[in-house]
């Protein structure tokens, strides 16, 4: 009886010690939970307003001007100039061809000339002379008539001898190759002791001048009739981005060519853009991306592309509510470009769009916002840019 009684006392205090544990433990619980603090996030004001559009293509650099440089003569060619891929200025001296012959061809011109004049010299003395005897009928008018038509023809034959000495100096100044335009020079085609000339006309080096350098691109015709509706200046500016490079590489420039015609199998028109390439950066041949000005007249609510989530609803993006709460927004959007987003419903003027700690963000969490408007906002996206074109 008495180990009976030991046994249920034992098991009464175990039974209470698992029950004194449990509400330790649970009291520990409560104790612990901790409350999730507010996310700090950084905002911009939306607001609708005059924004410059821009549309972007890609494009292919071509030389604004590529001359071949050819022999005009021939002869044996005696010296180069240049080195290969050297910039040169017009009119600097590239090649020599040899001169002897074409000095030699020049002296002559100049003694058949001098010859001539010393024969009309006679001709003028015996036309003076006879004159006279002619006017007393002492000498035959055929004599005279003579002296006259030999004065005549030594005349023609010195006219003949300036156009020879022309013709031979232009051909000894031929010996000497000029550049015809400033630009790059390629590789030389011919060497020290050819013989070029002969034949076709021989090509010796081609030049092409990379300042201004032309970007053609190709919008679609629809983009085109949008362009010259809303277009409103004449030579809108444009400006390239060269990809690949370690620093970003952008110049400067405006439209100042646009097709005609309608390319059938792509329906796309070609234009043109005039780039600044004084530092000469870019090549011809370069892929490019071409930003084209078209309006800055019209007003929009624009946000920043990297701020918009899409999911099976649609777009959307996160504002910060009056209770200082993460509000989801779904969006329709317009014209984008890969600096704004055009909003055409879900946002409205001063709502505070949420522009960072995006991974962390959901609906009805609170937040503790930081204005960055000044900095972040659409104008300073426009500006940091260079989107804001300089009105001349």
């Excluded at 003076?128 to 008018?141: C, F, M, S, W």
């Excluded at 190759?177 to 400033?182: Q, V, Y």
């Excluded at 996160?318 to 927004?329: C, G, H, L, P, Q």
């Amino acid at each position: 009886m008495p180990n009976t009684l030991n046994y249920k006392s034992f098991n009464l205090i175990l039974i209470f010690s698992v029950i004194l544990l449990s509400a330790c433990s649970g009291e520990k619980k409560v104790q612990t939970k901790k409350v999730t603090p507010p996310l700090n996030v950084n905002v911009i004001t939306v607001k609708k307003e005059a924004v410059p559009i821009w549309k972007q293509y890609t494009g292919m650099t071509k030389a604004s001007s590529e001359q071949d440089v050819r022999a005009r003569v021939s002869g044996i060619l005696e010296k180069i100039y240049f080195k290969d891929g050297a910039y040169v200025k017009k009119g600097d001296k590239l090649f020599k061809i040899q001169q002897d012959e074409y000095i030699a061809t020049l002296n002559v011109a100049k003694a058949k000339k001098q010859q001539d004049e010393a024969s009309l010299e006679l001709a003028i003395a015996d036309v003076n002379r006879y004159k006279p005897l002619v006017h007393e009928g002492l000498a035959p008018r055929a004599t005279l008539e003579q002296y006259q038509a030999k004065q005549s023809g030594l005349k023609a034959a010195i006219a003949g001898d300036e156009a020879e000495i022309t013709k031979a100096k232009l051909q000894l100044g031929y010996t000497i190759i000029k550049a015809p335009i400033s630009g790059r020079t390629s590789a030389r085609h011919v060497d020290v002791g050819n013989l070029v000339g002969q034949g076709e006309s021989t090509l010796l080096t081609t030049i092409v001048s990379t300042n201004p350098i032309y970007t053609y691109f190709s919008p679609s015709q629809n983009d085109v009739r949008l362009f010259q509706k809303y277009r409103n200046i004449e030579k809108p500016y444009a400006f390239i981005e060269v990809q690949g490079t370690q620093k970003k590489l952008r110049l400067d420039g405006y439209v100042d060519f646009e097709n005609n015609v309608v390319d059938p199998l792509t329906s796309t028109v070609s234009m043109r853009a005039t780039i600044d390439n004084k530092d000469k950066k870019v090549l011809p041949g370069t892929f490019v991306y071409v930003n084209i000005f078209i309006n800055d007249k019209y007003k929009f609510l624009m946000i920043p592309p990297e701020v918009i989530f899409s999911d099976q609803l649609g777009k959307f993006v996160y504002i910060v509510d009056k209770n200082s709460k993460a509000k989801r927004v779904d969006i329709k959007t317009g014209y984008s470009s890969k600096y704004y987003v055009s909003v055409k419903s879900g946002l409205n003027d001063g709502d505070k769009l949420i522009i960072s700690s995006l991974v962390k963000l959901k609906s009805g969490r609170t937040v503790k916002a930081t204005d960055k408007t000044q900095t972040d906002g659409i104008n300073a996206i426009l500006k940091n840019n260079n989107l804001i074109p300089q009105k001349k």
